[in-house]
């Protein structure tokens, strides 16, 4: 597919995230305005919420955008969906008939403050890409033990904090836990000295599951709603006390930050990739139907407090062994019910080589290689660093994006449980 040209002329530029053949989904405000949904285009918004009051466009008999979130419209379904896309379309299409009447109700980007897009009902997040896996079990056990058992039959996952999420641009305090040094007898209380990244894509739940009702990786795949770039902010010092047995918890609950706009699944439909070739065989419920994943091309940056961004590792999401459909058909096998709003994040995602890995503790080899950013080196992140995901997919002559996915950690509070006397 090439570039769909619109009448708004920033949307034509080849190197911009915005195109009209994303049309990503957010939540805005300028000024003192109550947050409100639009979609990216170019370097604006349309301010969906404007053009339903004005009766321009309506996506159901009752208004679904009159709330500062997407749930109400994603409840709707897959043919809603797609008749909004193609509404939308017809009305920014170069030479559409409507523009004098959609003008006014773009809104410039730079101008705006960007919001969570949907309300998060649940958050789990996977472990689904072989070569961090790898990794990770080859630094703790070695490289003969570095996948479990079950890693190449089973999405291994685990349940996060839904009320941790939080929009890009939002700060994250450096975490306070549980530590212990490999050559201490007991634990002690600090704060986390190995925080850390975990560059990832975010499936967005846009469809129910019965309570008791497994669902095939077809339904899945139908009942996701679109992606967005997921930071699972980790302590690793904290983890590596705390997660034998029961995995993590309080190394994985002090933020997860994602991208402000949802890039929808048909956006992303001609990007479809395999997943990678299985070493053994999957069980018959995980088969997927046709191809899963997406070649969406991911870096992480990192910029010290003052300093100049350095772009520290470039992967790409089609190295997922298991696609988002496959987490989501996984999680449903126990008739878990999932819910419209919920989140999976895939765990993060890296590549081949050294440059691929998507997170510090690989990077650095769990703080034994440091490697260079601007003014010095990095093993894991420093109080002041800001480090940003992005990515996106390549078509001919345009490229569908995420825009940023970016936090800044601050320092450590003083000891919460500090006691001063009187």
């Not at 300028?30 to 979609?39: F, S």
């Not at 590596?240 to 439909?269: C, D, H, M, N």
């Not at 345009?398 to 950690?409: D, E, I, Q």
Request: glycine letters at 10%; aromatic letters at 8%; charged letters at 20%.
């Amino acid at each position: 597919m090439t570039m769909i040209r619109s009448w708004v002329e920033s949307a034509n530029d080849p190197a911009g995230d915005f195109p009209l053949n994303n049309l990503p989904c957010g939540v805005f405000s300028t000024g003192d305005e109550e947050p409100r949904c639009g979609v990216a285009i170019g370097d604006y918004i349309l301010d969906l919420t404007a053009l339903e009051e004005a009766g321009i466009l309506r996506a159901a008999d009752l208004p679904v955008f009159d709330v500062p979130f997407w749930n109400d419209f994603m409840e709707l379904g897959p043919v809603a969906w797609d008749e909004l896309r193609g509404a939308l379309m017809d009305l920014l299409a170069e030479g559409s008939p409507h523009r004098e009447t959609v003008e006014p109700h773009l809104v410039p980007q730079a101008g705006a403050t960007l919001h969570l897009p949907v309300l998060i009902s649940e958050y789990t997040d996977f472990y689904a890409s072989q070569h961090h896996a790898m990794n990770v079990g080859t630094m703790l056990r070695g490289a003969e033990n570095a996948l479990p058992p079950n890693w190449l039959s089973i999405p291994i996952g685990y349940n996060g904090r839904a009320s941790s999420v939080v929009p890009s641009g939002t700060d994250v305090r450096r975490p306070w836990g549980q530590l212990k040094a490999p050559d201490a007898e007991l634990p002690t209380f600090a704060p986390s000295r190995r925080f850390d990244i975990e560059l990832e894509l975010g499936a967005i739940v846009g469809q129910p599951s019965g309570h008791g009702q497994p669902v095939t990786v077809a339904e899945a795949d139908a009942m996701i709603f679109g992606f967005v770039l997921l930071n699972d902010w980790s302590a690793r010092d904290i983890q590596g006390w705390e997660y034998q047995p029961l995995g993590p918890f309080q190394a994985k609950a002090t933020a997860t930050t994602i991208s402000p706009w949802i890039v929808t699944r048909a956006a992303l439909a001609p990007f479809r990739v395999p997943t990678p070739p299985r070493q053994r065989p999957l069980l018959p419920y995980l088969a997927e139907p046709g191809p899963m994943n997406y070649d969406i091309a991911l870096s992480v940056s990192l910029a010290p407090e003052g300093g100049a961004e350095t772009v520290i590792a470039r992967t790409n999401a089609r190295e997922l062994y298991y696609s988002a459909a496959q987490q989501l058909a996984h999680h449903t096998t126990s008739g878990c019910p999932m819910n419209v709003g919920d989140l999976l994040g895939s765990g993060t995602i890296s590549g081949p080589t050294k440059e691929s890995r998507g997170s510090l503790m690989e990077l650095s080899w769990n703080a034994k290689e440091p490697f260079p950013v601007a003014g010095g080196t990095r093993s894991f992140i420093e109080d002041g660093d800001r480090l940003t995901l992005r990515g996106h997919a390549q078509g001919d002559g345009y490229r569908v994006g995420f825009g940023a996915c970016a936090g800044r950690l601050l320092p450590a509070l003083d000891d919460p449980y500090a006691r001063k006397d009187g």
